[in-house]
Structure formats: structure tokens, C-alpha cells
């Protein structure tokens, strides 16, 4: 069944954007991560306007988080105070963001910027990952891991404004979370990613947060974020499409359950290490096209009139 | 929403009032339909476009989308990878082109002639907005010719005129799923001895009707609502979700 999408102006077919919202949401509840680094290619891919792939993605981010905090907020796993405090960052970045990416799809550079970004955070962080789930994977035959300190001292905990955040037992300056934040924001209006991936790990050792908070504190913040991103991006741009947003997120919430399912019977290096290189594989991809030599040197973009 | 579509309707119906033959009588045309309605369902159409001509000859047809500006950008390879870099603009560039005729044009017209009359791809309109010289204009010029046909807008080769008989004759345009929205017009052409000697005008809408066209609307006019009714109905289905799941 073909379905006309109004924004992204192209005919789909409804069960193959089901699927595909369907594949990505498993991906990402057997991963735990939110999905936009694999949904924001694969929409591109299939010939949605990268625009408007990043901006439907933001939209549908918002129902991925809302539902994914529900889940931790019931075991108790979310430090509002601390999420708030990274939204606040959250919003000034989103915001930049939004106006950056307006300025670069007019510059005719927008396209360029999001597959080097993509390249950039996913094939070092993804790098980073596959390295210590690796050792990990060697450490955890060798036999247990010794306990370090609850975290290390660094200059990082020098910086003023120092705020207490009880529920994780934390007292650090606000300026870490805002700043973690911000970045978080930036990337939701640039590449249309929630950025768990890039937020957990930072939360992990840059604010020495439990583990356990950081799932549902860093959806909680990417709820806020993404939702500023997804009306900021549809009053400027105009580029949210509802009715892609709602398939991918009806696939995307199916496909999740099923995930988070599967995810019993995977081992958490074992599940470090696919992620690694799943997410290793989508910036490796993009980093050839930028280098191959394009079919058409030339592109074109419809800068005035119907499109 | 619904008032501006139908000044759209309006107009459709106001230039079919005034159209009239360029030269009485030597040709008659008409299309199966004067609208294209974009709906939720819309996955591309044909147009059947038949006629009659009282004089022996030929006949071209040219399907005219609505004018845009286009920006044409070239891509260098810049530390290894490939970067916009020329940019070219032009304007007055149709969005949609199609020609068909019932025997090859260049058999049919000299290039002046059908340079004036803008039939064949060669010799579609389109302004470059810069003083650049000829050679990179004709590169521009036929790298957004080669987009536009990649896209399925722009013809790639010159459509069939299927005579039917000596006098009546129909051909068939396709639109694919992504045809700009807009007024078009078609005209037909009647050729003898290398010279246009009769032509017609007919007006053809492509216009989105019903749901998507109330969503594209919506979202065009009222971005900031739009965005915000889409963040709630996300939210909503999220809540949704999380609580029928919450036993799993």
C-alpha cells in the first residue's frame, strides 16, 4: 500500500516504513540506544530529503524518549534534577543548532556537514567502544576486574558553580551538565540523533554518574531537546513529516518491545561489541561516499517556485 | 486552505475560458483531465491528450511545468573529499518538462525555430543569474537537465505522437509521484514545411487535494502549531506505548 508523505513530497510504501521503523526500534531496544544514527541514514537512503529526514527524526525521537523514560521512571532510574540541568544546555544548543543548519542548507554545504559528523562522532565513538568492549570481552575470561574508587579527581571537578545533585550523589559544577548538554543539542538539530550514545558514555565519565540513572536521565533530557529541535525545525524549516514521524514510531515501538526482549539473551560485551560495529559500519559507509568519486559531480536544489 | 485551492480551481477555469486556437480551426486539442489531484494515495498518473488537425502536417507537444530558480552546484575533491564548491543559479526554469511529437524534432523544426517555440530539451528556457562564459552556462545548463530527468521530471526522450488516421492524433504524459505543484500548459503545435503554422494552448493543474494537502498547508502557515501539535501527538503515542508495554 503506497502512502503520499506531504512534506517529504515523495510516495512510500506504508509496511516497508513500518519495517524499517520496526528494524531500527529492535536495534535499538536490544542495544538500548535510541535509533536516530541508524533511522537518519537509512531515511536518506531511501530518497527522503536529508532535511527532512533530520527533522521528522527529532519528532520522532520525542515518542521514542517519552516512552523510554516511562519504563525507567517505574524502576525509579531518573535524576530529574540533573536531566533539567542538562536540558538547560540542551536548548541553547538545539537552538544554535537549528539556526546552523538553516544557514548551511542555504550555503548548500548541509548535506556534507551531516555525513561528516556522522563519520566523525559514530566512527570514534564507535572506535572507542569496540576497543574496550574487546578488552572487556579478554578481561571477562581472565577473571574479574578489580573495583576502582567511585570516580577519579580530575581538573574537571574544579570548574565553579558547584551544585548538588542528591539522587546521584553527586557535587559538581553545573557547567559539565550544561555543557554536555549542549553538545546533545547541537546534534539533534544537525544529525537528527537523540545522541545517547555519545551522552551515556560522557555522563559515565565525565560526571561519574551510577550507571543505572544514566539510561533514563539522558532520555529525559533527549525527550526536551527533541522536541525543541522537532518545533524549531518545522517553524523554520519546514521540515517534519508528521505522518513518516507516526509510521516510524508505531514500527519503532513494536520493534522495540521485541528488542528489549532479545536483549535477555545477549551478554552486555557481547551487546557493546555489535553495537561497536553496527554503528562502526554505517560511518564507514558514509565516509566512502564522501570519498568515492560521485556519479554526478553536479546537484541541484529548487531555491525558488514550487518544489 | 480550502479558499486558495479553489482560486487555483478558478483560475484553471478562467484561462480555459479565454483560451482560444492561435489560427482558428487548423487544430483542435484537448486533455482526458485538467487537473492532477495529489492525494494521500497519489503514486503518479498519465494524462491522455488527443486532437484533431484540419490540414495535413505535423504535431509537437510541450508540457510546461510551473517556473522555479534552481541552484546547480559542482562538487571538487577538497582534501580528499568532495565538496560543493561552483555554484551556478538559474531562474524562469520550468519544473517540470515534456515533449512528445510524431516524428523526430530535429526532422521536424530548424533549431530557431524550435528555440522560439521552446520545444526539445536543448532549447528549454532557463536564465543563469550570473555573467559567466558560454562553455561553463552549457555545463550548468546540462548538468540540471541530467538532474531533473534523474528525478523524473524532465523527459529523456521525446514522447510518442500516435496518429490515428489522416486527421486525429493522442498522445500520453506521464507524471511521476513527485511533480511540483502548480499551473502547467500544454501546447500543441501543428508543423509544415520546417514551420510552426497553427498552435493551442490548454491549462493543467497539479494541485494536492484533500489530507496531505491540508497537512502541507497546515505545516507551510502555521509552522510553529504544526510543530507543536507533532512534538504532542509524538509525546502521545510514546505515552501510549509505554503504558500498554508496561506489563512486558
Known amino acids: 500500500m503506497q502512502i503520499y508523505l506531504p512534506i517529504a513530497e515523495m510516495s512510500v510504501n506504508v509496511f516497508w516504513v513500518l519495517g524499517l521503523g520496526a528494524m531500527v526500534g529492535f536495534l535499538s531496544g536490544l542495544f538500548g540506544v535510541g535509533g536516530g544514527f541508524l533511522m537518519t541514514p537509512l531515511l536518506i537512503f531511501i530518497g527522503v530529503p536529508p532535511a527532512v529526514a533530520v527533522g521528522t527524526q527529532a519528532n520522532q525521537l520525542v515518542g521514542a524518549g517519552v ?4 519504563y ?35 550555503l548548500g554545504h548541509i548535506d556534507l556537514v551531516i555525513s561528516l559528523s ?18 572487556a570481552l579478554f578481561r571477562g575470561r581472565r577473571k574479574g576486574a578489580t573495583r576502582g574508587k567511585l570516580h577519579h579527581h580530575t581538573w574537571l571537578h574544579g570548574l565553579p558553580f558547584k551544585m548538588r545533585f542528591p ?37 559515565i565519565y565525565i560526571l561519574g554518574m551510577p550507571t543505572t540513572l544514566v539510561a533514563g536521565t539522558s532520555l529525559l533530557q533527549i525527550i526536551l531537546t527533541t522536541a525543541v529541535a522537532a518545533v524549531l525545525q518545522a517553524a523554520t524549516n519546514h521540515t517534519v513529516d508528521i505522518l513518516l514521524a507516526m509510521m516510524l514510531l508505531i514500527g519503532g515501538v513494536l520493534g522495540a518491545q521485541l528488542g528489549s526482549r532479545a ?12 553495537l561497536a560495529l553496527t554503528v562502526l559500519g554505517v560511518a564507514v559507509k558514509l565516509a566512502v561516499d564522501l570519498v568515492l568519486t560521485p556519479d554526478d559531480l553536479y546537484s541541484i536544489t529548487t531555491t525558488a517556485g514550487p518544489k | 486552505m480550502r479558499a486558495r485551492r479553489w482560486g487555483g480551481a478558478m483560475a484553471v477555469l478562467a484561462l480555459l475560458a ?4 492561435a489560427r482558428a480551426q487548423t487544430l483542435v486539442a484537448d486533455l482526458s483531465s485538467h487537473l492532477i489531484a495529489i492525494t494521500t494515495g497519489f503514486t503518479g498518473t498519465d494524462v491522455v491528450l488527443f486532437g484533431a488537425i484540419d490540414q495535413p502536417g505535423d504535431v509537437a507537444v510541450v508540457i510546461e511545468g510551473p517556473e522555479t530558480s534552481q541552484t546547480v552546484r559542482r562538487k571538487d575533491r577538497m582534501a580528499g573529499i568532495w565538496i560543493n564548491n561552483e555554484t551556478l543559479k538559474f531562474s524562469h526554469v520550468p519544473g517540470f518538462y515534456g515533449v512528445a511529437s510524431n516524428k523526430p524534432l530535429d526532422a521536424l523544426l530548424p533549431p530557431a525555430v524550435a528555440q522560439r517555440h521552446e520545444i526539445g530539451l536543448d532549447h528549454v528556457r532557463m536564465l543563469p543569474r550570473a555573467d559567466v562564459d558560454a562553455a561553463t552556462v552549457a555545463e550548468f545548463r546540462a548538468a540540471l537537465i541530467r538532474n531533473k530527468q534523474r528525478e523524473g521530471l524532465y523527459g529523456t526522450e521525446v ?28 501546447s500543441v503545435y501543428l508543423i509544415r514545411d520546417q514551420d510552426v503554422v497553427g498552435a493551442q494552448t490548454t491549462p493543467l493543474a497539479v494541485s494536492k487535494i484533500g489530507f496531505s494537502a491540508d497537512i502541507f498547508d497546515f505545516a507551510q502557515h502555521n509552522g510553529l502549531v504544526y510543530g507543536l501539535l ?11 506505548a509505554g503504558s500498554v508495554f508496561r506489563k512486558g
Request: hydrophobic fraction near 55%; proline fraction near 3%.
Open chain 2, 18 to 21: 479565454i483560451w482560444t486556437p
Open chain 1, 118 to 135: 556522522y563519520v566523525i562522532f559514530l566512527g570514534g565513538i564507535s572506535g572507542l567502544m569496540l576497543m574496550e568492549s574487546v578488552r
Open chain 1, 263 to 274: 536483549s535477555g539473551y545477549l551478554k552486555g560485551e557481547q551487546a557493546r561489541a555489535l
Open chain 1, 167 to 203: 539522587r546521584s550523589r553527586l557535587y559538581i559544577s553545573v557547567l559539565l551538565p550544561v555543557g554536555i548538554g549542549f553538545i546533545g543539542g547541537v546534534l539533534v538539530a544537525i544529525m537528527g540523533i537523540g545522541g545517547g550514545f555519545l551522552l551515556v558514555p560522557a555522563m
Open chain 2, 230 to 240: 507533532g512534538v504532542l501527538l509524538a509525546m502521545g503515542a510514546g505515552w501510549l
Open chain 1, 72 to 106: 525507567h521512571w517505574r524502576k525509579r532510574n531518573v535524576d530529574v534534577k540533573l536531566g533539567l540541568v542538562m536540558q538547560a544546555g540542551g536548548i541553547v544548543g538545539t537552538v544554535l543548532g537549528v539556526l546552523l543548519f538553516g544557514m548551511l542548507q542555504r
Open chain 1, 67 to 70: 516512552s523510554g523514560v516511562m
Open chain 2, 159 to 186: 514522447g510518442e505522437v500516435v496518429f490515428l488516421g489522416q486527421r486525429l492524433f493522442r498522445t500520453s504524459i506521464s507524471f511521476p509521484a513527485n511533480v511540483p505543484i502548480g499551473l502547467y500548459t500544454v
